[in-house]
């Protein structure tokens, strides 16, 4: 890993990546494949890593917490990609209804 400080968890970094920390972004890092794919990683404000047990069926997704901000969108739907400092992202199948990512962002 070439960060630091290097990021609390690594979960949402592909298998092979090298984690960097973003040049103009304290908080923020990177994952990047050797073929060039990136990943960003905004840390873990909204405590995705404590909701990576759901990664699988959306139905066991507890109900989002009052003060929470939850996006919840199909992985194969268009969606704005915008970065929400403090929301947590919800990413799933929409025939099969499987959780393919949960992340800060």
């Known amino acids: 890993m070439a960060a630091d400080p290097q990021p609390s968890f690594t979960y ?22 050797p073929e060039g794919s990136r990943r960003h990683y905004f840390g873990d404000q909204w405590s ?12 066991a997704l507890p109900e989002k917490p009052a003060n929470a901000v939850w996006r919840l969108t199909c992985s194969k739907c268009v969606a704005q990609s915008d970065v929400g400092w403090t929301r947590m992202n919800v990413s799933y199948d929409q025939e099969t209804r499987v959780i393919d990512e949960i992340s800060c962002g």
Not at 48 to 59: E, L, M, N, P, T
Request: proline letters at 9%; charged letters at 20%.
């Open 48 to 59: 995705a890593s404590a909701f990576q047990r759901f990664v699988g069926s959306i139905d």
């Open 12 to 33: 949402w970094a592909p298998e092979n990546a090298t984690i960097r920390n973003h040049p103009r972004q304290p908080g923020v890092w990177i994952a990047e494949l």
